[in-house]
Each structure stands twice: as structure tokens, then as C-alpha cells.
């Protein structure tokens, strides 16, 4: 037997970082509102008591920024009167503009349907999905998620008294053979108050947080336990640490245990194929999986900025595949429009909430389009495995 382990972390929806992710998708969500087609590229930063808001934003009308994100602050567990707020915004470039609204393509002569928008910036972006449960993804990533927020949920029901909003959680899980098998440790950090008693917090969340949340796979007497390992963790927040959008990549996708493209989701709005393109990209990866094809997989998809149609596709099984990945991708090639705004169109991204999936990963959380399964028997059927 085989014995691997793998470590994953997340954060709670109060830490610095997720904070800004969660200001800027409430900004790109508020244009939207006013516009569906509005084109935003929207980063934040939190230190000290300043947020700073800046980027590129293309709307009809003009948002309140300074009220979304007092409100945003407020919804996350901040006092938004504790903050000030400034704001450096402008357009979209026309270049940038210019080459999403009319693509490569489309400067050809392509008249075909989603030919025209090209995509609104260059890059290989990445998804990934697994047979080992439900959600398709590494378990230590979905437990440390569900470590976070079941956190926050006690914190905002009063459950246990005396922490804040910042915080975070590591889960390492051991496998057998590639399969998950015991829980090896489990890392949680949590901002208090001052006199709050610490083996007091570290018992609160043993049997608030952790006893539910692992109930399906459960701890056993050899898992390590540590509860705010540094010890004291009363300055938190913004005022302790400085939050950035986009600096949580591993914790929006998949923990560190696939590969990432390196562009960051919150704040951009659908023709960025940072964000749509990875999307797409763990829809395709979900599907591949539930139709039985492959036990893993990972899909890379290549974009230049205005360009419609990717310049690459790439399949990877990991040896898991019951067709030889070129099979595979022939597949996809086939049975998914890669272009943007096949996209947003086929996803509905013009109908999401982004904010909703700024906290405990875009990927396994609350059901979104990207996370259906419904290609799954055509794929199959396609495949001529059950036949």
C-alpha cells in the first residue's frame, strides 16, 4: 500500500485577502445590475483602516462604490464606519475595448455566433475535477472550506462568543493508494477577543466546528488538533495583515493540488477568461469525470486577447482515462464552444452573483452553472463505452 498525504488550506470569509475579493466582486456585481454587459476590472486593497479601491470599469451609470463597499464590510463582520474609503477608477481601455468587442475573428469576416467577442485577456487557464466524492474535489480543500464556514456561521449566530472575522484552516488528509483515508491534522485559526480563555476557544471549536464537520470522515486519536497555534491572535483584520484581491489563488481553486494559470477571478467580469475560461474549464473537467471517462482530469485552455477561438486545448488524464486522452479531447473539442461568448452564455454569466462565491472556493460551493454535470451522458454515449 501506497500511503501519500495531501494538505490544503482555506480562509474565512473575514480574512484581509477574501475580504478584497469580496469588496470587488460586490462592485463588479453592483455594475452589472446596472448593466450586464458592463466591462470591469476591479482590484482592492485593505491595511490599516484604508480601503483602496482602483481599476478599470466601464458602466452606463455611475455606482455607488463608497456604499457597496461600506455594505460588503458590513456583511463580512467589519464596522464600515471604521474605514476610509478611496477610490481610483477609470474606463476601460479602448485598445482592451476594442479587441473584446470586436474579435480577430470577427475582423476577418467570421460572421458565426459567438465569434464576435473576443477574449479580454491572454493566458492558459486550468480546471480540474476528481471521482473521490461528490463535490470532484481534493478532500483536504473541502474540509478546510467547510472548517471556514462553519466558523463564520458560529460566529454570526453567536454560537461562540468572543471571536472576529479573520481566520483560517489547514486539513491534511492521508491517502491509501491514492484514495482518501484518515484525517493526519488539522491547523485552525481564529481571531478572538482579548480575554477570551484559549483551551475555552479550542474546545468551543472542536465540538462547534469541527465534531460537524467532519462527521462523514471522521477524526480518529491520532489526528493532530491544533487551534490557533501561534497562541494569542487578537489583532487581526486589515489592521494586522494587508489584503490584496486576487492573492488567494490556491483557496478559489482547487488547494494547490492542480495546476493554476495564475489569474486571479474576483472583481473581472465575464469576457475576462481568467475567470469564465476557468470556469468552463472545471465544467468540462466535472463532466469528463461523471461520465466515467477518467477518474481525473485536468483541462488547460489557451487564450489570446481578442481572439475569440482558444489557440490550445489540452487533455490530461493522469493515466486515469478509459480513452487515451486525445480521444478524450476529441470529445470536448466536440461537445464544448470554448469561446467567450459561448461562455458566458452557455454558464449564464450574465445572470450570476459573483460576490456568492468570493468566500470557500468558486468550485464545489452552492451549485453554480460551471458545477452541473448535465454533459455527462452525451459524453458517455458519445464515447462508445457503453456501447
Known sequence: MKITYQTAESVCAGHPDKLCDYIADSILDACLRVDKNSRVACEVLASGHKIIVAGEITCPERVNVHKTVRTALGKVGY?????????????????????????????????????????????????????????????????????????????????????????????????????????????????HDAEKDLDTLKQEIIDEVLTPVFAGFPIDENTAILVNPSGRFVEGGPEADTGLTGRKLMVDTYGGLAVHGGGAFSGKDPTKVDRSGAYMARYIAKNVVAAGLAERCQVAISYAIGKANPVAVQIDTFGTGKLPDEAIQALVLENFDMRPAAIIEALKLRECSFEDFSAYGHFGNKNPTWEQTDKAAELAGRSGLNG
Not at 468587442?101 to 480546471?127: I, K, M, N, P, W
Request: glycine share 12%.
Open 79 to 191: 464596522n464600515p464606519h471604521h474605514y476610509h474609503i478611496f477610490v481610483y477608477l477609470h474606463r476601460q481601455s479602448e485598445d482592451i475595448s476594442g479587441g473584446v468587442t470586436h474579435s480577430l475573428e470577427a475582423r476577418g469576416g467570421d460572421t458565426a455566433d459567438f465569434a464576435a467577442t473576443g477574449a479580454g485577456d491572454q493566458g492558459t487557464v486550468y480546471g480540474y475535477a476528481t471521482n473521490e466524492n461528490a463535490a470532484g474535489l481534493p478532500l483536504p480543500l473541502l474540509l478546510s472550506h467547510d472548517i471556514c464556514r462553519q466558523v463564520d456561521a458560529v460566529r454570526r449566530k453567536g454560537t461562540i462568543q468572543g471571536i472576529k472575522p479573520d481566520g483560517k484552516a489547514q486539513v491534511t488528509v492521508e491517502y491509501h493508494d491514492g484514495r482518501p483515508a484518515r484525517v493526519q491534522a488539522i491547523v485552525v485559526s481564529v481571531q
